[in-house]
């Protein structure tokens, strides 16, 4: 896996986010779930094209990963992709330890750090005083667990996903640029969508 590399939180490039976002969703073939979680992660999720298989986490701070893995475990012929904030993986560390207990080929789980709960106020989080995401996911079992270096490493992690074997772990460091955009807070309707659309295939 050669776009593995041992990185710490220092060495990778500060990204804006919601490009992020475009990236990966620009290169997602139809049949991949990807679960939002709260606050601006899925907003720019939403605004970087609807999708049926997206799920667009309202006001559970935590569980993307949690239910990406849920997911991958019920579906394991299914890429998904749990896409989550700095602050809410805090709230759910023990999920990296559940993930690499399971260890399902099919998952990857993306976490944007700007070092702030920033849908709050953007008080700091435990990043910003030097907490690493990647070694703790590393320290969880996660072998491949790394720090996207720059844009470029970024979509070659992405590649990494869609066609390697899981779990992967990936953080990309960001910035505090606002939400492209905000998502439809029908709760039921979001819910509705994402399994009718898990069951076609």
Do not use: C
């Amino acid at each position: 896996m050669t776009a593995i590399r041992h990185l710490s939180r220092a060495d990778a490039h500060v990204m804006n986010r919601s490009a992020l976002t475009r990236r990966l969703v620009a290169r997602l073939p139809d049949d991949v779930a990807v679960v939002g979680g709260i606050g601006h992660t899925h907003f720019d999720l939403w605004a970087a094209g609807q999708r049926a298989r997206n799920f667009y986490m309202l006001g559970s701070m935590g569980l993307a990963v949690p239910i990406a893995l849920g997911v991958a475990l019920a579906q394991p012929r299914r890429r998904v992709i749990a896409l989550e904030g700095d602050g809410s993986l805090l709230m759910q560390l023990g999920a990296l330890g559940t993930v690499m207990a399971a260890r399902p080929k099919n998952l990857a789980i993306f976490v944007w750090d700007n070092g702030a709960y920033q849908i709050t106020g953007a008080q700091p989080t435990a990043t910003s005083a030097g907490v690493d995401l990647v070694a703790i996911a590393r320290g969880a079992g996660i072998a491949a667990a790394t720090w996207a270096a720059d844009e470029a490493h970024f979509e070659a992690l992405v590649e990494l996903a869609l066609s390697g074997d899981g779990p992967l772990f990936v953080a990309a460091r960001t910035d505090n640029q606002p939400p492209a955009g905000t998502t439809d807070r029908d709760a039921a309707r979001i819910r509705m969508r994402f399994m009718d659309a898990l069951k076609q295939g």
